[in-house]
């Protein structure tokens, strides 16, 4: 299929929506199995913990076992994400790739920079004049879903959790608004 250009109209009505639309449907999946990329998701996440848990110890209490887990945690997350990029080098990003959760999350984000700001400040004409930076989300969202695909394997990861990253800001969205209305 023809991709317009991004600052085209067609792009914007016709192509992108279609686009999310697949993106977001429930496909059937073929077959079972594992991904040949399960390992290294699971030792990311094994560095994110060691990570998480060995620099505050560190740092408050200048612990050595949290000085020795925060550095295999860091120096693992750095040799994970390089060999994630390096295994995708030479391979061009498109639009079959596209990260959606990425995308929403910019999305979202500036919504909800323009609910929080607006709810903060008990206006509701600076909130929808910070909400419209959810158009500037909206584009920013296109271009990181495209470029992050230069993660590799690490690309699915960070589009997860930005996937329910975005679902979190949708709740706390919904309890600021409500919080607003009484």
Sequence with gaps: M????????DFHVRYFPALLWTHLRLQERQGIGFSSTL???ISLAVCIVLLAFGIPSAASSGSLVGWFAGGIGAAGTIALVIHGILSHKGVPVSYDDFLA????FFVFLGISCGIFIGTLKHSFLLGLMTGLAG???????????LYLQHLGWVAVTVNGLAGIATLVMFAVDLVLLTAALF
Excluded: Q, R, T
């Design 135 to 145: 158009f500037a989300g909206y584009l920013i969202g296109i271009l990181a879903s």
């Design 2 to 9: 023809h991709v317009p250009k991004l600052f085209s109209f």
């Design 39 to 41: 390992e290294y998701h």
């Design 101 to 104: 959760g990425v995308f929403f």
